[in-house]
């Protein structure tokens, strides 16, 4: 399973850009899709978490500023990112939980994309 993500680059501050991720392989089916970023010295942070239902969950430096979609039949996840702010500034990584067909049982693991950048100038 790889994880391809896109659409990384510069925006200024206040600006408008849009990551998307695209997950490929052997997948049966694809629950929790989403982003994460990795400040140096900083825990992993949560961006955008989306279940296969729908349900979304942002992380609270984002709120209201960015907005999360899947498209399940595509497995891909995008991430649109308004009023961008310089500590936006960052790594942003793809995730996905994905089962696979092993055998007569289905296993779950975790997957990560390279990682985008994403640079907001001041």
């Known amino acids: 399973v790889q994880l391809q993500a896109s659409g990384g680059g510069l925006v200024q501050a206040g600006g408008y850009l849009r990551i998307s991720c695209s997950a490929s392989?052997?997948?049966?089916?694809?629950?929790?899709m989403g982003w994460y970023r990795h400040p140096p010295g900083k825990q992993r942070e949560l961006v955008a978490i989306?279940?296969?239902?729908?349900?979304?969950t942002y992380g609270d430096s984002v709120k209201g500023r960015f907005t999360a979609s899947r498209d399940n039949d595509k497995n891909m996840v995008s991430l649109e990112m308004n009023n961008s702010k310089p500590e936006d500034t960052e790594f942003y990584y793809c995730y996905a939980r994905v089962g696979r067909i092993s055998g007569s049982s289905l296993d779950w693991d975790d997957y990560w994309g390279q990682g985008t950048e994403v640079t907001v100038s001041s």
């Open positions: 392989g052997s997948i049966f089916k694809i629950n929790d």
């Open positions: 989306i279940s296969r239902s729908g349900i979304t």
